[in-house]
């Protein structure tokens, strides 16, 4: 059974960062292509980032520039690099890998 728990939000003031953690376990990330998703109050979810395997990176065009998406091959754990936040990044932001889905974890971005 594939099992995906996030780590990493709060609340932080715009223009500052976060690091978001997905530990998986049920799968290797080697071999498998990670997604990041978010979902913001009263929205749809939508796909932030994904990572490939040989590390090809992809990246939704509201947040390109300003976070990455990386991996911990040995702690199986992919993380995403907030930067530079906007207040339209609060949602909780979810790890993916095909059905299965993380809990999420919750960022706000408010001053």
């Known amino acids: 059974e594939v099992q995906l728990v996030e780590s990493g939000g709060g609340l932080v003031q715009p223009g500052g960062s976060l690091r978001l953690s997905c530990v998986a376990s049920?799968?290797?990330?080697?071999?498998?292509t990670m997604w990041w998703y978010r979902q913001a109050p009263g929205e749809g979810r939508e796909w932030v980032s994904l990572i490939m395997t040989q590390d090809v990176t992809n990246y939704n065009d509201a947040v390109e520039g300003r976070f990455t998406i990386s991996r911990d091959i040995p702690r199986n754990t992919v993380y995403l690099q907030m930067n530079n936040m906007k207040p339209e990044y609060t949602a909780v932001y979810h790890c993916?890998?095909?059905?299965?889905w993380g809990q999420g974890t919750q960022v706000t971005v408010s001053s």
């Open positions: 049920g799968l290797s990330i080697e071999h498998s």
């Open positions: 993916n890998h095909q059905h299965s």
